[in-house]
């Protein structure tokens, strides 16, 4: 093994060992500052001028933007420091602390995506003595796992700016120009409890949502039926119902229930005004059967993301992988940097299949591909 490799493994070691995850359960989330000072240490040692940016008020959530050399266009190489959640008893090994066994590199995060950033700081050591016509800029965001608070700063800040950004999410080194959006969103039904002898005496709310069930079935057909998109691999939006809560007891009419689902949306589905047609379709069924129903959000949703074929990024990433470019239904932080205008494509080691998975890894032959890819793609848009 090299000594380019062996710092490459050595840095990850560290990431992996110091623990990000976030969640929208309270129990497990946690800040990402620690992560993030290690990599602005690492940049600034490099000569990158760092910035923090604070996304929570405690600072425990951050950005990083790191930036060597100057001026308008440039290139982004971005990634998010958390993780999810795991299961540490499915685990073959310490899930924060890197193993290497069988030519892969095993840790939480190994893959999704903090295994990025060293392959990231190795290309852009070749680059640190060259006069750089354009700016090269490493970006690191917090909670990409559960709000992607850390994107929507930087969206609503409008910076970093830049010709071209690269997201180093998994893709097994393939170029993505497209993906699904997503809306975690929550169903209420409020009806009205009283004793089961008599139906008559309340409106039960499991009643109502049997029916609401069936509804949102015949919503998820039209879905597919009018916003297929051969591009996916699931070439239609999806509605998964996800978990469903209510009643307290066998012999009372049932007051309340609840239903929590996601919808991925294809492009054309998110521009028709999907929440709006749902909630139509929800005041209609309300009002036949007496009850309340309130449709919220769980979490801000994510837009879907398309990058035009034929623009520049995309064809030099297809140049250079021998790739044409994927669609994919998982959601990133590309709609929120191609707001600020950069060209922007999803692109990065490892494969999504160990996302989110006991024994998550990163294959080792995945490193030096992706540190040329990435050296090829800093000298196109900052030499």
Partial sequence: MSHHDKHIISQLRALVGTPSVSSTDSSWDQGNRAVIEL???????????????????????????????????????????DTVPFDEGRWRSDPLQLTERDQRLYGLGSTDMKGFFPIAIAAARAFVDKPLQQPLIILATADEESSMDGARALAAAGRPRARAAIIGEPTSLNPVRLHKGIMMEAIEVTGLAGHSSNPALGVNALDVMHELMSEMMQFRHQLATEHANSAFEVAFPTLNLGCIHGGDSP?????????????????????????????????????????????????????????????????????????????????????????????????????????????????????????????????????
């Fill in 39 to 81: 990599l602005a240490g690492w940049l600034s040692a490099l000569g990158f001028r760092t910035e923090i940016m604070d996304v929570s008020p405690d600072g425990q959530k951050a950005n990083l933007i790191a930036t060597l050399g100057s001026g308008p266009g440039g290139l982004v190489l971005a990634g998010h420091t």
């Fill in 251 to 383: 012999n009372r009419i049932c007051g309340r229930c609840e239903l929590h689902f996601d919808l991925r949306l294809t492009p054309s589905a998110a521009a028709a005004g999907v929440r709006e047609q749902l909630q139509q379709r929800l005041q209609t069924l309300a009002h036949a059967r007496g009850a309340r129903i309130a449709l919220r959000s769980l979490v801000e949703p994510v837009p879907p993301f398309e990058q035009p074929a034929n623009s520049e990024l995309v064809r030099l990433a297809e140049k250079l992988t021998g790739h044409s470019a994927l669609a994919v239904g998982f959601a990133t932080e590309a709609p929120f940097l191609q707001a600020m205008g950069m060209e922007t494509i999803v692109m990065g080691p490892g494969s999504i299949d160990r996302a989110h998975q006991p024994d998550e890894y990163l294959e080792l032959s995945q490193i030096q591909p992706c540190v040329d890819l990435l050296q090829s793609c800093i000298a196109h848009y900052c030499l």
